[in-house]
T-cell receptor, first 114, second 114 residues
Framework: GNSVTQMEGPVTLSEEAFLTINCTYT??????LFWYVQYPGEGLQLLLK?????DKGSNKGFEATYRKETTSFHLEKGSVQVSDSAVYFC?????????????FGTGTRLLVSP | DSGVTQTPKHLITATGQRVTLRCSPR?????VYWYQQSLDQGLQFLIQ???????AKGNILERFSAQQFPDLHSELNLSSLELGDSALYFC?????????????FGQGTRLTVV
């Protein structure tokens, strides 16, 4: 079946540090891949997405590249800010269903200190 | 603000009771999804509607049901509630519901069953 595995959190960083949150997936074919972010007390917001192999999604300084050979979609940011503290979810949408059904990872909490 | 409105924000009820959660999608979006977020299960897809018709079903219990009305708002009905149903319930909407399209999430309804 389809599944997403994320690194366990929390990830604790100092401001301006480099961020990597690992995400790997299991799926047949060519799923679409997403990163969502959840700030405290809020719903999920789409951070970035990639719909085919080698695509790079980017937004607000965050990047992730769709690597089919390693079935990965790791999230990176060169310099984190305190305001980036949130829970980050990696997700996939199966490619052959004809409809949107997101399969989420367990989420990784990021804590950035000044 | 994602444009997706969920009411109520919080709900406390007793075991065995029935509740209704309401969702208004973004203007123009035809597809509505329901997700459950709990500590032990993470984010789970429950059900999707497209233009009033059920499109996909996930891990939705038989005690739960949903519908999408002609004005495109949706309701999730939870009956014979158990302690384990305590969770954050998210509604999301998207324009078409096709795989890979962006889904916009509401802020959720936190259900507590006592």
């Amino acid at each position: 079946g389809n599944s997403v595995t994320q690194m366990e959190g929390p990830v604790t960083l100092s401001e301006e540090a480099f961020l990597t949150i690992n995400c790997t997936y299991t799926a047949t074919g060519y799923p679409s891949l997403f990163w969502y972010v959840q700030y405290p007390g809020e719903g999920l917001q789409l951070l970035l997405k990639a719909t085919k192999a080698d695509d790079k999604g980017s937004n607000k300084g965050f990047e992730a590249t769709y690597r089919k050979e390693t079935t990965s979609f790791h999230l990176e940011k060169g310099s984190v800010q305190v305001s980036d503290s949130a829970v980050y979810f990696c997700a996939l949408s199966p490619w052959n269903t004809g409809f949107q059904k997101l399969v989420f990872g367990t989420g990784t909490r990021l804590l950035v200190s000044p | 603000d994602s444009g997706v409105t969920q009411t109520p924000k919080h709900l406390i009820t007793a075991t065995g009771q029935r509740v209704t959660l309401r969702c208004s999608p973004r203007s123009g979006d035809l597809s509505v999804y329901w997700y459950q977020q709990s500590l032990d299960q993470g984010l789970q897809f429950l059900i999707q509607y497209y233009n009033g018709e059920e499109r996909a079903k996930g891990n939705i219990l038989e005690r739960f049901s949903a519908q999408q009305f002609p004005d495109l708002h949706s309701e999730l009905n939870l009956s014979s509630l158990e302690l384990g149903d305590s969770a954050l319930y998210f509604c999301a909407s998207s324009e078409t519901g096709a795989a890979g399209t962006e889904a916009f999430f509401g802020q959720g309804t936190r259900l507590t069953v006592v």
